[in-house]
């Protein structure tokens, strides 16, 4: 199982960035994925997290509105669009494979496979 995330940098508040994560090694249609984040000293948070199909969608409070995920199964791949960049959003992010399906699609503990992170830095 392998998960590569890519698409972070440097960009301006206000600006945007599209983020994708790459999955292999599994068969990709059956699983919901989720994106997390997590700034310097600070827990690691869900943003996000898509359903197989792609169907159904889940949002943080605090991106929903700006943060927009999609899923093209035939790609393998998760995508996620931010727009409207605050520099509280700047932390490395994260995509997961998900395995548990509680209600809290937030919690870490209900992802078993992660990428390795890319970097995302909101300028004020």
């Known amino acids: 199982v392998q998960l590569v995330e890519s698409g972070g940098g440097l960009v301006q508040a206000g600006g945007s960035l599209r983020l994708s994560c790459a999955a292999s090694?599994?068969?990709?249609?059956?699983?919901?994925i989720g994106w997390f984040r997590q700034a310097p000293g600070k827990e690691r948070e869900g943003v996000s997290c898509?359903?197989?199909?792609?169907?159904?969608?889940y949002y943080a409070d605090s991106v929903k509105g700006r943060i927009t995920i999609s899923r093209d199964n035939a790609k393998n791949t998760v995508y996620l669009q931010m727009n409207s960049l605050k520099p509280e959003d700047t932390a490395v992010y994260y995509c997961a494979r998900r395995t548990s399906y509680g209600s809290n699609w937030y919690s870490v503990h209900q992802y078993d496979y992660w990428g390795q992170g890319t970097q995302v830095t909101v300028s004020s």
């Open positions: 090694g599994f068969t990709f249609d059956r699983y919901y």
């Open positions: 898509i359903s197989s199909s792609g169907k159904s969608t």
